[in-house]
């Protein structure tokens, strides 16, 4: 079945480091590709997504492309920021008469001063 | 625009109690679908709804309950509350299935002694 897989957390990091959540997935057809982020505290916000192959994803500085070949979305920020700690999830949807989404498990990142 | 809502925030149960947790939204979404969020299991999903009177399971149903007589309300109803029930509870709406993002409330902490 569909699934994704996304690398462990926790990840802490200096303040101005760069980031990278690896994500990958498994989908039968052709999915669209999201990351939500989770504040503490908070539900989910969409932070971008990507709806075909090579199609780049971005928002707040954070990037994310579509690779089909390698069934990839991983997650960069070239500079994070304290305010930046967070739950980070990737998901993915299949149209038709799936369309529901997908989680992974998810990456808890903090970020340090 | 208060998006969607979820009441209550946090609450305790006894094993076996019944309860109904409340999901409203005022965007005039027609799909709906409830979350449960597990540590080290991302979120998965309960039930969900694509329009006023229809309603069909996801990957975790059994022991939940679920209606949707309108197209704001979508409330979520355990029947016999049991421990492995205790989690945080997550309702979502979007336009349509196929058409995400979708929007996320705050959530419900239930515990269950």
């Known amino acids: 079945g569909d699934s994704v897989t996304q690398m462990e957390g926790p990840v802490t990091l200096s303040e101005e480091a760069f980031l990278t959540i690896n994500c990958t997935y498994t989908?039968?057809?052709?999915?669209?590709l999201f990351w939500y982020v989770q504040y503490p505290g908070e539900g989910l916000q969409l932070l971008l997504k990507?709806?075909?192959?090579?199609d780049k994803g971005s928002n707040k500085g954070f990037e994310a492309t579509y690779r089909k070949e390698t069934t990839s979305f991983h997650l960069e920020k070239g500079s994070v920021q304290v305010s930046d700690s967070a739950v980070y999830f990737c998901?993915?949807?299949?149209?038709?008469?799936?369309?529901?989404?997908?989680f992974g498990k998810g990456t808890k990142l903090s970020v340090k001063p | 625009n208060a998006g969607v809502t979820q009441t209550p925030k946090f609450q305790v149960l006894k094993t076996g109690q019944s309860m109904t947790l409340q999901c409203a939204q005022d965007?005039?979404?027609?799909?709906m679908s409830w979350y449960r969020q597990d540590p080290g299991m991302g979120l998965r999903l309960i039930h969900y709804?694509?329009?006023?009177?229809?309603?069909d399971q996801g990957e975790v149903p059994n022991g939940y309950n679920v209606s949707r007589s309108t197209t704001e309300d979508f409330p979520l109803r355990l029947l016999s509350a049991a421990p492995s029930q205790t989690s945080v509870y997550f309702c979502?709406?979007?336009?349509?299935?196929?058409?995400?993002?979708?929007?996320f409330g705050d959530g419900t902490r239930l515990s269950i002694l």
């Open positions: 989908a039968t057809g052709y999915p669209s």
């Open positions: 990507a709806t075909k192959a090579d």
């Open positions: 998901a993915l949807t299949v149209g038709g008469s799936q369309g529901n989404l997908i």
């Open positions: 709804s694509v329009g006023a009177g229809i309603t």
């Open positions: 965007m005039n979404h027609e799909y």
């Open positions: 979502a709406s979007s336009y349509s299935r196929s058409n995400q993002p979708q929007h």
